[in-house]
């Protein structure tokens, strides 16, 4: 099988200060890529570009850019191409979630994450594909098991990355003919500071325990594994045995897998 080499190879990675972002922002440093690493806050987003340039001695490109701004997300992928000459892999990573049952929930925390989580990938994709598409290149976005099954207290999470799912399965659609490859990645539950930063139903921090089924991966060890997975090219990865047997008993017994989730997610 043909597989990327991604060495000399220009890769974006909104959400890139932090968690999963920044280990694949260090993988594909590691790799050779030229890295553009996009987030919230001005400071975090230079520093953790200093410490990859300063780790690797290779080019990387810290834009502090919020995703759910269309007009920053051109401007983000503008300069991208300004300084690298392309885009040949966008992964939108970017993501929020909230802890909160739905009717103790605010309609501006469910607006916040589908704007963070959906719309945060279709402005950073609608930005870059020109690039992309003249490159043949690759985009991927990081959904969740939540993506494809119910979450328990997470309405709004779940619905987000399900979003992203029939998004991004119709593009490849409509670009794959153009050879541009489009991967939906589908972790379980990694070591990253998403569940502190959870909203709660008031659009404070979250209240409801964290509640992880099984033990959480390392954001490095994912990381590795999202890489290999993109090398690849895959449509859906689903890197984990949790996250395996999570896409096959929710499609083949869906009333056992909500049944089992909300035992385990819902016992705390
Ligand atoms: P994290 O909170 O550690 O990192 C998320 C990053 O996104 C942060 O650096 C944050 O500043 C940035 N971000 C948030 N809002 C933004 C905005 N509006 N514009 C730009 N950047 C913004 O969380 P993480 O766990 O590393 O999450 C990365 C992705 O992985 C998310 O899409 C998340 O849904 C997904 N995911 C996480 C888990 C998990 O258990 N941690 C499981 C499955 C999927």
């Not at 780790?55 to 300004?82: R, Y």
């Not at 020109?130 to 098991?145: D, E, K």
């Not at 998403?194 to 089924?213: C, F």
């Amino acid at each position: 099988m043909e597989t990327v080499d991604y060495a000399g190879k220009v890769v974006v990675v909104t959400g890139g200060a932090g968690g999963l972002g920044f280990a694949l922002c260090r993988k594909f440093v590691l790799a050779g890529a030229h890295v553009a690493l996009l987030d919230l806050d001005r400071d975090a987003t230079r520093s953790a570009a200093n410490y990859l340039r300063a780790s690797e001695k290779s080019k990387v490109l810290g834009i502090a850019c919020d995703v759910t701004n269309p007009a920053a997300c051109h401007q983000a992928m503008q300069a991208v191409i300004a300084e690298f000459g392309g885009i040949d892999l966008l992964i939108n990573n970017a993501g929020i979630a909230h802890r909160s049952l739905l009717r103790d929930t605010d309609i501006s925390v469910l607006h916040r994450v589908m704007d963070v989580n959906f719309f945060g990938a279709v402005h950073c994709t609608r930005a870059a594909l020109p690039s992309i598409c003249r490159r043949r290149g690759q985009i991927a976005a990081i959904s969740s098991i939540a993506g494809f099954s119910p979450l328990f207290g997470r309405t709004g999470y779940s619905a987000s990355k399900h979003a992203l799912h029939g998004f991004f399965d119709s593009l490849r659609s409509e670009v794959e003919a153009d050879g541009v490859g489009v991967s939906i990645i589908c972790p379980a539950f990694i070591a990253t500071g998403i569940e502190r930063a959870a909203l709660g139903g008031d659009g404070g921090p979250a209240t409801l325990p964290r509640n992880a089924v099984g033990s959480e991966m390392s954001a490095a060890d994912m990381a590795d594994r999202i890489v290999d997975a993109l090398r690849q090219r895959r449509r859906l990865y689903l890197p984990t045995l949790l996250a395996k047997a999570a896409w096959w008993t929710s499609r083949l017994a869906p009333a056992y897998f909500a049944w089992q989730m909300k035992r385990r997610v819902a016992s705390r």
